[in-house]
């Protein structure tokens, strides 16, 4: 684990925030008077179940809450009420000195907007870039992203995009000004495992050059453990346990922050009392109930299109060959695009 961030002012103060929704069954509290801090270069992990108020207090210090959302207390970032903030102030600071990377980049990026119209905007408006400037910018920063094809995808909408893509495409806007916050909820939600890697570094790169505070909304405790200097642990809109990420990690207090953790498999303690065992071996002399030799995918793309174009095969399965016994789970895994659910799909003729 990594030693705790030293002490500095805050840039974010969150004092007795309370959030509650009008409905037709009544008022729903999701977050009931909560306080937690923020400092420059630090990384706070805010953790718990779907519908324990994480999302809501970080929507709620943006100024983006839904309509029938009230927010009351305190949200101050670095001498600024956002809570009654005007709208010109709120738009002044939001996507330049204070961002957001949201859960779901499909409902959260402009269908109608190509991906380089939007990042183009935000630099019009914070930077006053435009043009060719504007541009060289924005594929800077999806190149960093690990974006393919960076330059093309500007042209491209969001519909056209994958999922990851998507996702990246989104941590590029809110890193875009280089931002002295950084609201993350579940920003590496839809990628892969090894872009997920990279796009927690670049987060963590941003943290320690620039001094970016990032208050990090997961239900990944992997991810707590390799991004975050403290923990804020919520249950039902209370934050029911705070602190360092050792302190969280290896002698939590609270029951539910236990119980969290032990749901978690641990690495570093793999003999814990409630630890899965494995099976016996699977028997040998059993036969496959799904075998799979040599299974080849190949889809005919034309190259260069028009008349004379020609036709070259993407082989989405080359070769695949597996089998699979009563009793028996096989894991498939890879990058997208490596032939996972082509492999799935070919098994059913689909």
């Not at 961002?99 to 959260?108: C, D, E, G, V, W």
């Not at 008349?307 to 089998?323: N, R």
């Amino acid at each position: 684990m990594k030693a705790s961030h030293p002490v500095t002012s805050p840039i974010l103060t969150v004092r007795d925030l309370k959030v509650a929704f009008e409905t037709p069954d009544g008022i729903v509290n999701a977050v009931k008077g909560i306080n937690l801090e923020v400092s420059a270069g630090e990384c706070l992990g805010i953790v718990g179940e779907s519908g324990s108020g994480k999302s809501q207090t970080v929507l709620a210090a943006m100024g983006l809450l839904a309509d029938n959302g009230t927010a009351t207390g305190s949200v101050m970032f670095n001498g600024t009420e956002m809570l009654t903030a005007d709208a010109k102030t709120l738009r002044d600071i939001r996507g330049d000195r204070m961002s957001m990377i949201f859960q779901n980049p499909l409902t959260s990026l402009t269908p109608h907007m190509t991906v380089g119209a939007q990042m183009r905007e935000v630099l019009r408006l914070h930077k006053g870039l435009k043009g060719e400037d504007a541009n060289k910018v924005c594929v800077d920063c999806l190149e960093h992203d690990r974006l393919p094809e960076a330059r093309r995808r500007l042209d491209q909408f969001p519909h056209e995009l994958s999922g990851g893509m998507r996702q990246r495409g989104m941590v590029a806007i809110a890193m875009l000004c280089g931002p002295q916050l950084l609201l993350a909820d579940e920003p590496t939600t839809a990628l892969d495992v090894t872009v997920q890697a990279q796009v927690l570094d670049l987060m963590d790169d941003l943290k320690r050059e620039t001094e970016t505070g990032i208050a990090l909304i997961t239900h990944d405790m992997g991810v707590v453990a390799r991004m975050c200097d403290r923990v804020v642990v919520m249950r039902y809109g209370e934050i029911v346990e705070t602190g360092g990420i050792d302190d969280i990690f290896y002698t939590p207090q609270h029951d539910y922050s236990k119980m969290l953790l032990d749901a978690v498999p641990r690495i570093d303690q793999p003999n814990r009392p409630g630890r899965p065992t494995l099976g016996p071996a699977p028997d040998a002399s059993v036969e496959p109930i799904l075998r799979a030799e040599a299974l080849k995918v190949h889809f005919p793309i034309n190259i260069g299109g028009g008349l004379f174009g020609k036709t070259k095969p993407l082989k989405a399965g080359d070769g695949v060959s597996f089998e699979l016994k009563p009793g028996d789970t096989l894991g498939v895994v890879g990058e997208s695009g490596c032939g996972k659910s082509t492999l799935a799909r070919a098994v059913l003729k689909l």
